[in-house]
């Protein structure tokens, strides 16, 4: 195991004790148990960002100087896409995040997570709402029956509304990665066919 898929590892275990389940048996933590602790899980939430970032920047702990422009346009061979893991339930960020982690973003720009939102709401598996003046994204029925459901979540900041993809909406995604791939690549707009 790499060094890299070792913090892969590690992260998901802090998002799982972070979202109150046992990383280990995938059980719901006891509300009385210390490790759902809401402090606790704000920092879980605050590890689990921090290893997102050493992530993104290839296991390094500090920051490459690079910047985007200029790289190639993001691809992912079809041996890689089958690297990529799907877990049981997780956010467009975390899915993203573990496809970025298969290429060097040293040599070709990132996959944007914002090009699977832009998709599925082109596909209409999202609709957007305004909520509390801000605009959020929310699964339509048939995103609903695709796998994508939302979950009232507390975290560093307090209580949140996260969108979830189970198995089978990473699966779907994974399948239509070239169509992700081209919104985030610029090379097409999410409204075009």
């Not at 890299?4 to 802090?14: G, N, P, V």
């Not at 280990?24 to 009385?32: E, F, K, Q």
């Not at 690297?83 to 982690?101: F, P, S």
């Not at 198995?167 to 707009?189: K, M, P, T």
Request: charged share 30%.
């Amino acid at each position: 195991m790499t060094e890299l898929e070792k913090l892969q590892r590690a992260k998901s275990y802090i998002d799982k004790l972070a979202n109150g389940i046992d990383p280990i048996t995938d059980d719901v933590l006891d509300n009385d148990s210390a490790l759902n602790n809401v402090r606790l899980s704000r920092c879980f939430f605050y590890v689990s960002d921090v290893l997102r970032r050493v992530i993104e920047n290839g296991g390094e702990v500090q920051k490459k100087s690079r910047t985007q422009a200029g790289l190639p346009p993001f691809e992912l061979p079809l041996e890689k896409r089958e690297q990529i893991e799907i877990v049981d339930e997780t956010m467009i960020r975390h899915m993203t995040e573990r496809i970025n982690g298969l290429v060097d973003l040293d040599t070709v720009k990132k996959l944007k997570e914002t090009a699977f939102t832009a998709w599925l709401m082109e596909k209409g598996f999202l609709a957007e709402d305004i909520i509390n003046g801000k605009k959020k994204k929310r699964p339509t029925e048939a995103g609903r029956q695709l796998g994508i459901c939302t979950q009232q979540k507390e975290g560093q900041w307090g209580p949140y509304t996260a969108t979830l993809y189970d198995q089978n909406a990473q699966r779907f995604l994974i399948d239509n990665l070239d169509d992700v791939i081209a919104i985030s690549n610029g090379e097409r707009s999410a409204a075009e066919e």
